[in-house]
Nanobody
Framework: QLVASGGGLVQAGGSLRLSCTAS????????MGWFRQAPGKEREFLAS????????YYADSVKGRFTISRDNAKNTLYLQLNSLKPEDTAVYSC??????????????????WGQGTQVTVSS
């Protein structure tokens, strides 16, 4: 089970830190990723981190503004969101990738998505 939290309402230029806590799986051996979906739009890949946190990859739309990290001791994945824009408004979800893998970009390589958390950025 993956439970995302930390979303909310923030003004443009503000920051949020999202968390995704995993249970029922050996979190530390999986590559992980963050996605978002805005109303009427397709799910968008944002960022991925390798199982051992040595590799990270970001979509161009968030590169330099968002930072993905993980704490394997806490079974938790994080996404730091800075310099938020109104177009960042969406439901943000985490996902489980392959075991012992480098970062994963393609959504069809993810096996499981957790519930999302709403991020709303006002102008």
């Amino acid at each position: 089970q993956l439970v995302a939290s930390g979303g909310g309402l923030v003004q443009a230029g503000g920051s949020l830190r999202l968390s995704c806590t995993a249970s029922g799986l050996t979190f530390e051996i999986y590559a992980m990723g963050w996605f978002r979906q805005a109303p009427g739009k397709e799910r968008e890949f944002l960022a991925s981190i390798s199982w051992d946190a040595t590799g990270r990859y970001y979509a161009d739309s968030v590169k330099g503004r968002f930072t993905i990290s993980r704490d394997n001791a806490k079974n938790t994945l994080y996404l730091q969101l800075n310099s938020l824009k109104p177009e960042d408004t969406a439901v943000y979800s985490c996902a489980v990738g392959p075991k012992y893998s480098d970062y994963v970009v393609r959504s069809n390589e993810y096996d499981y998505w957790g519930q999302g958390t709403q991020v709303t950025v006002s102008s």
